[in-house]
């Protein structure tokens, strides 16, 4: 199975908004509603920011939400902070039943 | 609150067996997809595989002929075992509870605070 594919790299400044992509397949990110996305700071375990494509978790801002749209995914987080400033992973399931992350996506506010 | 927890030897040989325990406290083991996770140093996140608290097992397939995963519910703990390691298995090894139904594990949280392994003689 191939890793999703997610930018290297995104930036903004603070208040702005940003998107990060995770393109799959209809295999994976296509074929069903079951995309995740984590976030990751230096030295740490990742945390769950959306599960099943666009469901926040209690406890995670409004300000992080997730679509889909045909083969990829995204995670938008509107109202930039310092503290927004991470790794980003997406994952899916696939049709072996399987979980595949993307490469992973750094986030710098500026 | 659930919260996991890892543990094993930080130092493995090549082609040893590295062997990783997952201890799960304040809350149940069972309806969960019990999970392995490893992330090379600098590098991405790898799904290793899941065991279901029933006992039933999926691994990621570039990995499959080398691990098994398994649970102990008496103990809530859940164990990695992945053999013939080589410098390539140098990771932090991370413990998950994945969440889903049926054959689909669809997110993994919590996440336990991961244990580095190195893979050196």
């Known amino acids: 199975q191939s890793a999703l594919t997610q930018p290297a790299s995104v930036s903004g400044s603070p208040g702005q908004s940003i998107t990060i992509s995770c393109t799959g397949t209809?295999?994976?990110?296509?074929?069903?509603?079951?995309v995740s996305w984590y976030q990751q700071h230096p030295g740490k375990a990742p945390k769950l920011m959306i599960y099943?494509?666009?469901n926040r978790p209690s406890g995670v801002s409004s300000r992080f939400s997730g679509s889909k749209s045909g083969n990829t995914a995204s995670l938008t987080i509107s109202g930039l902070q310092a503290e927004d400033e991470a790794d980003y992973y997406c994952?899916?399931?696939?049709?072996?039943?399987?979980?595949?992350f993307g490469g992973g996506t750094e986030l710098t506010v500026l | 609150q659930v919260q996991l927890q890892e543990s094993g030897p930080g130092l493995v040989k090549p082609s040893e067996t590295l062997s990783l325990t997952c201890t799960v406290s304040?809350?149940?083991?069972?309806?969960?997809?019990w999970s392995w996770i490893r992330q090379p140093p600098g590098k991405g996140l790898e799904w290793i595989g899941y065991?279901?608290?029933?006992?039933?097992?999926n691994y990621n397939p570039s990995l499959m002929s080398r691990v098994t995963v398994s649970v102990d519910t008496s103990k809530t703990q859940v164990s990695l075992k992945l053999r013939s390691v080589t410098a390539a298995d140098t990771a932090v090894y991370y413990c998950?509870?994945?969440?889903?139904?049926?054959?689909?594990?669809?997110?993994?949280?919590?996440w336990g605070q991961g244990t580095p392994v190195t893979v050196s003689s």
């Open positions: 209809s295999s994976d990110v296509g074929g069903y509603n079951y």
């Open positions: 994952s899916s399931y696939t049709s072996s039943s399987n979980q595949v």
């Open positions: 099943d494509v666009s």
């Open positions: 998950a509870r994945g969440h889903g139904s049926g054959t689909r594990m669809r997110w993994f949280d919590p």
């Open positions: 065991v279901y608290y029933s006992g039933r097992t």
């Open positions: 304040g809350g149940s083991i069972s309806s969960y997809y």
